[in-house]
């Protein structure tokens, strides 16, 4: 055969086109779109209902694991499930778990090995908001003694009665109300960091088990000042003037060989002395007390000693120059964070700053997972009441919603099938 025509031929194939018509185009076109959406937004719920119940079985087998034979284990467990709670809120799901996880980490607190009573004490305040409302004072009334007992226990390590302090102090911030409780608790922390006090000569500690406690004092100092806040301001004058630790006591803690103690005294101070006086900008200081400590306040705020770590002189410059700019101006910080939702956290102040700082330790991301549903949350963060959410539906089981999603299927499939009989008529006429 010629290849003249061999060549025809192939661009003659190449050069046929399809019938086609605007109608059916547009008839095609409308049809994809719709159903492509339902598909997606079927596929969409689908996946996230099966990342719902990978979560809730992970959550069901680490409760299980919470009562295995091995120390090692059951420290693993708790940080496994602290992990979980911080991404996700589940309180529907532990509602029929809440004596045997406080019983749990009540227990891990008091008897366990020193990994195990770290993990129980760092999960304790997580745990109780996730538990939902109606548990928390069971909870509480079970896993506060542990935590106050283990806090002062000189078998534990130093890491587990520090977190032990860290833990209880936001716990009673969050869900305390018996204001006993929590004087109790202040007393409590007041016999922790005197330990950090001066000798009766006035002389700093420098003792080897001082240094080393420094951080176990300074977590129950910031305890102490975190719980001051929730006492009234009348109340919390006469009790630093009729009892341990008074103003003076404590501005002996910045004389403190640790760093992590006069750290914890500046904010305390300011804490201390913000609250009882209120937060009157305009009003002037004129107390002896305060007229003492300025100079020590100053010199704090330019030390540069050179056998001080570079690192431990800069962090506490730049602490102690706001400390001392708040007692010379009345001045205080403010802090405003985003926590999802569209909501920020505005902390102006002493006291509300160090409480978002110890929530924020304590809850990690939690943080933003609980803050729309936990209402102790958020009166602590000063936010509004979280609008009411409707009843939840009955969850589906996985065959339900297989069932659900072929008969959603099948009505696409046949409402399709109208939209092209309807195109065929429109063609033959």
């Known amino acids: ?30 049809i994809s ?3 492509g959406t339902s598909d997606l937004k079927s596929n969409h719920d689908e996946a996230e209902n099966e990342i719902q119940e990978k979560l809730e079985e992970k959550v069901l087998e680490t ?3 919470l009562s295995a034979r091995s120390n090692a284990a059951r420290a693993a467990a708790l940080v496994s499930l602290r992990g979980v709670l911080q991404r996700r809120y589940v309180a529907g799901l532990l509602a029929n778990h809440r004596a045997t996880l406080a019983d749990h980490v009540a227990r891990a607190v008091r008897r366990g090995r020193d990994a195990e009573r770290r993990a129980a004490a760092a999960i304790a305040p997580l ?6 409302d109606e548990g928390t004072e069971e909870y509480i009334r079970e896993v506060r003694p542990a935590l106050a007992a283990t806090a002062v226990d000189k ?8 977190e032990c302090c860290s833990s209880l102090a936001v716990l009673c911030y969050l869900l305390e109300e018996d204001l006993t409780e929590i004087l109790e608790v202040m007393r409590m922390y007041e ?5 950090s006090y001066l ?11 001082v240094v080393e406690e420094g951080q176990w004092h300074a977590a129950a100092l910031d305890g102490w000042a975190l719980l001051l806040t929730l006492v009234p301001a009348p109340h919390a004058d006469a009790l630093l003037r009729d009892q341990p630790p008074s103003f003076t006591r404590l501005a002996e803690l910045l004389e403190a060989c640790s760093l992590e103690v006069r750290l914890a005294a500046g904010g305390a101070l300011a804490i201390a002395h913000e609250h009882i006086t209120g937060a009157d900008e305009e009003e002037e200081v004129e107390d002896e007390d305060v007229e003492e400590l300025l100079p020590r306040l100053e010199q704090l705020a330019r030390d540069s000693h050179k056998y001080r770590a570079k690192r431990d002189r800069k962090l506490q410059r730049a602490t102690f120059r706001d400390v001392l700019k708040y007692f010379e101006e009345r001045w205080s910080p403010t802090v405003e964070v985003c926590v999802g939702g569209g909501e920020s956290v505005h902390a102006s102040g002493w006291g509300p700053r160090a409480a978002y700082a110890a ?29 009411t959410a409707p009843p939840p539906h009955a969850k589906l089981t996985r065959l339900q919603r297989h069932l659900q999603n072929n008969a959603n299927c099948k009505a696409r499939t046949v409402a399709r099938a109208k939209n092209r009989d309807k195109r065929s008529a429109a063609l033959a006429i």
């Open 155 to 162: 078998s534990a390590s130093l890491d587990t009665r520090t």
């Open 127 to 132: 745990l109780a908001l996730q538990i939902g």
């Open 1 to 30: 055969m010629p290849k003249g025509k061999r060549k025809g031929k192939f661009e003659h194939r190449r050069t046929e086109q399809p019938y086609s018509s605007d109608e059916d185009d547009m008839t095609i076109d409308n």
């Open 359 to 387: 929530l924020a330790a304590a809850l990690g991301a939690g943080l933003r997972a609980l803050a729309p549903h936990s209402h102790a949350l958020r009166a602590a963060l000063a936010l509004p009441p979280a609008l």
């Open 33 to 35: 779109e719709t159903s």
């Open 199 to 209: 000798k009766g000569d006035g002389s700093v500690k420098v003792s080897g088990a």
């Open 191 to 195: 016999t922790i960091f005197s330990g």
């Open 63 to 65: 409760i299980d694991a």
